[in-house]
């Protein structure tokens, strides 16, 4: 029998109002995996990894996502659809329901913190119906060693009862399922739904709202890494654009996949202690760190396999949205403890399915805090039937449905740093290319990647000589790259008809425009002269 316990300690949920529970108290990975088998709730995967359906839910649901309204949130969080409010006596009965529903339960416990930096540090306990929820915990979150774990003192909780069902008419709810953020009883309440980036995001929106209110720290929606002479470099984008992807790369050591903060002290930390990624269409060929990664300790989310517990990763039957999580250590070079010093480069990574915007740009400082506020990706149907036209999205701060605060209030730290610090940002389209989704294609990876060398390494020189503005949005794209062929720099000689291009790159900075006017009078001049160019 191997070690099931990190502890001898034990612990009791009385004082959360769960009576007589069966506490299994930080178990380890292991033992979460055979559990999870033993329930009939997962499978192990050829891989080694354990493998599990999240059920109604294969990814967050942003509508269901709600923040007590109290003394502390009240006049700081910017309300409305994104940072719903929650009454405060509501959360209570709810809170109560589900602690009651918890009680008499075989419940899953777990000690953890966020934070890698040990200023500040995080506390969490993670209370989970389900045994692989809390493997993911364990997955995601910081581990504390059983040193720690003597004195340790939790901060924030997470209840989480993918089993309860809210009703709500007598909740307060939209649906059955919800995530709510407490802050004064410094509660991550989750219930009604089995998808765990739940977890991970709702302990993220509260550092969202914490760091920069309390600790001066720009929290970052990003990835990150480091190399070997010590230059760091962030990547900041929506879901599916290249974080996790692009950070993991084997001549740099990661510092993380998702979530940073940006210190006072000239410091980038990670959050977490892991990493969830994609893996639909997932390829050891291109991607053999991610791929190497998925083993015994990893948890498979709604892929299909064949009986000999093989994945088939280009299957998406489930959801396009197939993931993996896993402890950072199953990538080899990584970054130890997870921080790093000022970035010298930032990326804002855009899937653009127009095929529009270059694959590689550099912003002037007012360029980037535009593009940062947008927050512009697109969103391609996929297989959904009916739709093939690609549809603009923005999300402030490339990650809006996790900030509790106004996005300006962001932008403003991030403008701040980018002076102090001088670093480079560039845009990089890891989108289309040659025409939209449907006529052309996505980057190819490779290319990405050699562009993303080229401007860390310093061989895309300063010289404006060697860039060309881009006729609508203004950015600075360059003439050559090395490793990468000249004909997809500029993304309108890829395509074939030049004419419907320019109708497209229109239709697209209107999209861009309509949605800044929301964000107009936060903005000064600099910052409206990045915006794409009115003809
Ligand atoms: P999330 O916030 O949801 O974790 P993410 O930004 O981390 O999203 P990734 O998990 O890195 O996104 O997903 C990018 C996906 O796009 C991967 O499946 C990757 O294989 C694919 N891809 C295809 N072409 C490129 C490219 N040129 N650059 C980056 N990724 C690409
Ligand atoms: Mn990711």
């Not at 899953?108 to 993670?126: E, F, G, T």
């Not at 990584?334 to 804002?348: A, D, H, L």
């Not at 190819?444 to 050699?450: D, I, P, S, Y």
């Not at 310093?458 to 000249?486: C, R, W």
């Amino acid at each position: 029998m191997m070690d099931h316990k990190q502890t001898t300690k034990t612990i009791s949920l009385e004082q959360y109002g769960i009576k007589n529970a069966k506490v299994n108290y930080q178990l380890s990975s292991d033992a979460l995996h055979e559990a999870t088998v033993e329930k009939g709730q997962g499978v192990t995967a050829s891989s080694g990894a354990l493998a599990v359906n999240t059920g109604e839910f294969t990814g967050r649901s942003p509508k269901d996502r709600f923040i007590v309204k109290d003394a502390i949130t009240k006049d700081k969080v910017w309300w409305g659809n994104i940072n719903i409010p929650f009454d405060a006596d509501k959360f209570e009965k709810l809170y109560n329901k589900v602690v009651t529903y918890l009680s008499n339960k075989d419940l899953y416990v777990r000690d953890s913190y966020a934070c890698a930096d040990p200023s500040y540090k995080l506390n969490i306990r993670v209370i989970n119906e389900q045994p692989w929820m809390n493997m993911f915990a364990y997955n995601m979150f910081l581990r504390p060693t059983e040193e720690e774990l003597k004195d340790f003192t939790p901060e924030w909780t997470v209840v989480n009862a993918p089993g309860f069902m809210a009703d709500p008419e007598v909740d307060g709810t939209r649906q059955h399922n919800f995530a709510i953020l407490d802050f004064t009883r410094k509660i991550a309440l989750i219930g009604g739904t089995g998808y765990t980036g739940e977890i991970k995001k709702g302990i993220f929106s509260a550092l969202n709202f914490i760091l920069p209110v309390f600790k001066n720290t720009l929290p970052m929606h990003c990835s990150a890494n480091v190399g070997k002479e010590g230059d760091t470099s962030i990547f900041f984008g929506l879901s599916g654009t290249g974080k996790t992807t692009l950070s993991t790369d084997p001549e740099r050591s990661l510092i993380g996949d998702d979530e940073h903060g940006w210190t006072s002290e000239n410091t980038v930390f990670n959050f977490e202690g892991g990493c969830y990624a994609k893996v639909i269409n997932l390829s050891q060929e291109q991607e053999p760190e991610i791929f190497a990664a998925i083993k015994k300790g990893a948890i498979l989310e709604n892929v299909k396999m064949d009986e000999n517990g093989e994945v088939d990763f280009k299957d998406s039957s489930i959801t396009q949205n197939t993931r993996v999580s896993y402890p950072i250590y199953h990538i080899e070079n990584i970054r130890k403890p997870s921080i790093g010093e000022n970035p010298k480069n930032i990326f804002f990574l855009t899937a653009d399915a127009f095929g529009v915007l270059p694959p590689i740009s550099k912003l002037t400082p007012g360029q980037a805090a535009y593009h940062f506020i947008s927050g512009y990706t697109a969103k391609v149907a996929g297989t959904e039937a009916g739709i093939d036209e690609p549809l603009p999205s923005f999300s402030a701060c490339f990650g809006a449905p996790f900030m509790p605060l106004h996005p300006t209030k962001y932008a403003e730290m991030l403008s701040a740093k980018m002076k102090e610090t001088g670093v480079n940002v560039w845009l990089i389209n890891t989108g289309w290319t040659g025409g939209p989704y449907g006529v052309g294609n996505r980057m190819k990876l490779k290319f990405t990647r050699a562009m993303i060398n080229a401007a860390i390494s310093g061989a895309l020189s300063n010289d404006p000589e060697n860039y060309i503005n881009h006729p609508v949005f203004g950015l600075a794209m360059p003439k050559t790259v090395p490793g990468v062929p000249t004909e997809v720099l500029n993304p309108k000689a890829t395509w074939t008809d030049a004419a419907e291009y320019d109708k497209t790159a229109k239709k697209l900075s209107d999209s861009f425009m309509n949605n800044f006017k929301q964000f107009e009078e936060y903005a000064n001049q600099e910052i409206l002269d990045g915006a794409p160019v009115v003809k």
